[in-house]
């Protein structure tokens, strides 16, 4: 293998708050590093299709604080194929492509990791998902803006909650993961907060309403995240005003707002120390891996690893939610 002369950058799956600012550190980064940059438009399929264009140090001003993916994203399901994936190797080689950044989430890592185990191909991940469900690293690049996005959120709802003594079901983002639920259900006071991880039935939430209406509790919210053991927040409101009739419910979907908008400062500063750590990795010969930052600490995780499982959810700040719900 020799020497990395232009490395190509591209981003993949849902996006997330902060994809643009690790788009902007891998481009400038690698120009400081003497490396040609090429962009590969809507993930896998442009890689595929060979949409790639070359970027500069000014392709990528002003973007980062912007939301969203100047390089847009795609889920694509011929890379999950042989013969897809040998077009992609074929474009990567006809535009003189010597390594590739991938930002994403563990859909994006997996495909990354084939495409290595097959082509034998430098791949470095950078880890930018609102899920934060990722091993290899404590944050991923777009969690703390959706958490802000989420707490702004049900800070105004618990406004008109409180005001009209109602019950609000909030349902939040994370198929698989409670991570967001149970982070912002924490930071904005949730009675409940239900995840896929955690198994609390519709009897156990009424008799927890119970509770608090026992406590003089006029008002609350319920944290649920999209992948809920008891269904989704529609369902369980239903399921409870059957049994317990004498709230008001209502529902608030927050859906893809949770994806959108400037990156918090740490979002920021996240995208801009993985993007120049993926570009110092391979100019170390690195060639698979996902970099993350653990414990204040830059580390290369390998892909296998990286998605070898889910990241699991601490119960201990579904413990602490639920003392302080009283
Ligand atoms: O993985 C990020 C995520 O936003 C999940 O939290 C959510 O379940 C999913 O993507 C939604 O995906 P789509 O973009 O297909 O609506």
Not at 223 to 245: L, W
């Amino acid at each position: 293998m020799g020497r990395i002369r232009k490395v190509a950058v591209l981003t993949s799956g849902g996006d997330a708050p902060g994809m643009n600012a690790a788009i902007r550190a891998v481009v400038r980064s690698a120009i400081y590093n003497d490396l040609q940059v090429a962009g590969i438009y809507r993930g896998f399929e442009g890689m595929i299709e060979g949409d790639i264009e070359p970027l500069t140090a000014r392709s990528v001003n002003h973007i980062l604080q912007r939301g969203g993916t100047v390089l847009k994203s795609a889920r694509s399901k011929d890379f999950k194929t042989k013969s897809g994936r040998a077009k992609a190797h074929e474009k990567l080689k006809s535009n003189g492509i010597d390594a590739v950044v991938a930002i994403g989430g563990d859909g994006t890592f997996a495909g990354a990791k084939q495409f290595n185990a097959e082509f034998d191909f430098p791949f470095i991940g950078i880890p930018c998902t609102i899920d934060n469900d990722l091993i290899g690293t404590d944050n991923t690049i777009g969690f703390d803006t959706a958490l802000n996005t989420v707490i702004d959120a049900v800070d105004k709802i618990r406004d008109t909650a409180a005001s009209h003594n109602r019950l609000f079901f909030v349902e939040v983002m994370g198929r698989d993961a409670g991570f967001i639920a149970a982070h912002a259900g924490l930071a904005s006071g949730a009675l409940a907060i239900l995840v896929p991880e955690r198994n609390m039935t519709i009897d156990d939430l009424v008799e927890r309403l119970r509770e608090a209406r026992r406590h003089n509790k006029t008002s609350s919210i319920v944290i649920v995240a999209e992948g809920g053991k008891s269904g989704n927040a529609t369902e369980i409101a239903h399921k409870v005003h059957e049994q317990a009739p004498y709230y008001e419910t209502k529902v608030t979907i927050l859906g893809h707002i949770q994806r959108g908008g400037p990156p918090t400062c740490f979002d920021r500063n996240l995208a801009s120390r993985l993007g120049v750590a993926a570009i110092e990795k391979l100019l170390k010969g690195e060639r698979d891996g996902m970099v993350g930052i653990v414990n204040q600490k830059i580390i290369l995780t390998p892909f296998a690893e990286a998605t070898s499982d889910k990241l699991i959810l601490d119960p201990e700040l579904l413990r602490i939610a639920d003392i302080l719900s009283i």
